[in-house]
């Protein structure tokens, strides 16, 4: 990467880290914390917890194609101000009410798409793969940095100092958008953000409706934990301060279950490892749900959950994006966003809703059925080869579509073929063995100049 590309992934990579820090510092406290309040009750947690999904869920598509007729940085500084602005009414929230105003309002400064169109647009396609690479892992490093870090803080400054901590780092986030990454002229394309136009198709597929359900339950299954978790935590006589103790050790010693089924899985993805990894998630709800806890039933539990939860957070976007039709790609992963936030939601929403009704431990068996019905769902999943996506660059009219889709479809290791007038693109799906100078080279005989490809 040159110096411009390093700049740009590394602090939208802060950014992504600060503001998904601040939504994930209060799902390991606020189940205990919030019992100070006045209106407390475990619906309202529950709310409280996931409701930040909601909002996200309903504004993910709309803001990435916003992001696309006002411009990225715009979209993102509107995003980070109502993330703020959620951020300091839920830190000076007297009721469970507010509070939960507060993540809503969190939730609504949906810029995930934004960001990584922005991302892809500063981007050489050559180093594209490593710009993502970068933001990936800082969004995995800032969960497992906030589930370690939330109770320190909440031990210290309460819940109104996590929330003012994160609403202070969003702050700190605009002037890094603003004129750290650099500025760029939008190029969105069909596989960068979604458009309302494929929404319906997408929707009714029925292999990406099962990711899409999947990523759904998988964000249910780990919001209901920790709504459940830190409350199971405090009757080994653990103080919130404490719980980072069995966090720390859970996170690493998953880390090495996930390299393991990684590794059985040989750089794809086989329905077999994926439904063991849900399988893990089950009985991990299952083991929560056994009537007199012990501390390593509970530690090997929550050991066995993130390893499912780590290995399927992973493998679910690259099946979205190797299943998704050519030229759709920035649609089928807005959906995709949609339906996890919105699984965070439903999490918080079933374990307020059974704990009030039931009891907690009704919440973890909750978890394991609706982990049991996501399994059978999963047996229809079909194993797909490991493609990749070329976008050639080149006008080409109306009368000429036809025959190059033909050429380009007789081509070695092409297996879908998109022509777009509307974009001047042609979106390809193919193999290992495509040749790209080839395929240039063909589409040189169709059009006046030579077609420029993004990988």
Known sequence: M???????????ALVYVLRMMGLFMVMPVLAVAAMEYPDYSPLLVGLAVGGYGLTQAALQIPMGMLSDRWGRKP???????????GSFVAASADTMVWMLIGRVLQGAGAIAGAIMALATDISRESQRAKVMAIIGIAIGFSFYLAVLMGPLIAQQWGMAGIFGITGTLAVCCMPLVKWVVPDVTTTASGDTLPKLSQVASLFSSPQLWRLNVSVMVLHMLITLLFVQLPVTLTQFNMTLESHWTIYLPVLAISIV???ILMGI???RTPKTVVITAAGLMMMAFLMLNMQHHREWVVLCAVVMFFTGFNYLEASFPALVSTIAPAGQKGTA??????FQFFGAFMGGTLSGVVTDLWTAKTAYLAGALGAGVWILILFGLKEVNKLKRVVLQAAIDDEKQSAVKTA????EGVEEVVVSTADNAIYLKVSREFDLAGAQ????????SPASATL
Do not use: C, K, P, W
């Not at 500084?77 to 703020?84: C, I, P, S």
């Not at 080279?441 to 006046?448: C, I, R, S």
């Open 2 to 12: 040159n110096a411009l590309e390093l700049r740009a992934a590394l602090t939208l």
């Open 75 to 85: 979209v993102i500084l509107l995003g980070l101000t109502v993330f703020a602005l």
């Open 257 to 259: 279950g996930l390299v």
């Open 265 to 267: 899985g040989r750089g």
């Open 333 to 338: 992963m807005g959906l995709y966003a949609s």
């Open 408 to 411: 380009l479809h007789q081509l």
């Open 441 to 448: 080279a063909l589409l040189e005989t169709y059009t006046e």
